[in-house]
């Protein structure tokens, strides 16, 4: 009951942004004619409000009409060479503020590469390495990554071990939100293993698989998840409706709960 109450939330996020941007044409399917990003209106203020209000407008990219990801894993693997410099050979990174990307659903690492791919975060380290990259590259590269056994996250050197009572506090948090502060539960959208979205595989009628870029968590970096949830929290990525769905849940985050979820995530075995 509280499981199907939390999927409804999510349904119920989803479904509301979509039904604002029905009427929008679907940019998702081509990102090489996706026009260059503009600063949307209010990043971080009730983005998601303002996303269902506005619709999708020319500075972001419309993930709610995707289709699931093809390509060849195997080819992925031998393009990934000048990758494992920085997310290692097996696809756990070798510092902790990379990102793993073992096991990550392959349909969000594409997106994300598509993003960095059109210059919308120059600030990224991504942003030049993407941009040397074709798009059945970054189809490749994602199958590849996403087929690898996930891993530990990487241990953070000088910081000491996370106690039982922030990693209770994460856990709870994860699974429950704060409802008192409009904080949702993230298992709602992240899957209660914090493996993915619930429904990342479930495909439309109409053959799209909106759930299907929704990440895993569970093992990632700790320092890699405060940085990511301090940029949605301060409304620094808006350049997906996906953006804005997770920018509306980062909001409500503080640094307590930051370091209390970002511990737990990352204390999650393979
Ligand atoms: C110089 C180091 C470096 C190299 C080389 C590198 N990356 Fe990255 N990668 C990063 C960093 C740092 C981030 C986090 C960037 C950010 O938050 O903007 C990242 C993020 C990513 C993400 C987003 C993951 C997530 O969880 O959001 C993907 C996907 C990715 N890299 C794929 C690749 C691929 C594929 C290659 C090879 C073509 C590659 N990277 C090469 C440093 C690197
Ligand atoms: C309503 C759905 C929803 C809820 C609830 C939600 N998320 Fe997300 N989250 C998303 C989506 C969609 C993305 C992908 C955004 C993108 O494309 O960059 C995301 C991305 C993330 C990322 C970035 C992952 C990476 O590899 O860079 C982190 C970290 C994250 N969420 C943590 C959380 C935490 C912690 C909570 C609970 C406080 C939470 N999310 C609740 C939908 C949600």
Known sequence: MKTFGMLAFAVAMVLGASLAGADEPAA???????????PASEPGEEAIAAAASAGPGPGYRDLRRITLLQGDAAAGKAKSELC???????????APNFPNLAGQRAD???WELVEYQSGAMPESAMT??????GDQDMRDLAL?????PAGRALAQEEAPAPDAALLERG??????????????????????????????????REGHAPWAA???LRGQNAIYLQLRLNAFRTGQLHHSTNDFVMAGVGQRLDDDSI????????????
Not at 144 to 148: D, E, H, K, P
């Open 84 to 94: 494992a410099a920085c997310h290692g050979a097996a696809g756990i990174s070798i």
């Open 144 to 148: 590849y990554y996403a087929s690898l």
């Open 28 to 38: 998702a399917q081509d990102p090489a004619s996706s026009q260059e990003p503009a």
């Open 108 to 110: 969000y690492l594409y």
């Open 128 to 133: 030049p390495l993407a941009a040397s990259l």
């Open 259 to 270: 370091s209390a979820l970002s511990a737990w995530l990352a204390a999650q075995g393979p």
């Open 171 to 204: 856990r709870q948090l994860f699974m429950e939100g704060e409802p008192g502060k409009g904080l949702p539960p993230c298992q709602g959208c992240h899957g209660a293993d914090a493996g993915g979205h619930p429904l990342a595989s479930r495909v439309d």
């Open 214 to 216: 929704y990440p895993a």
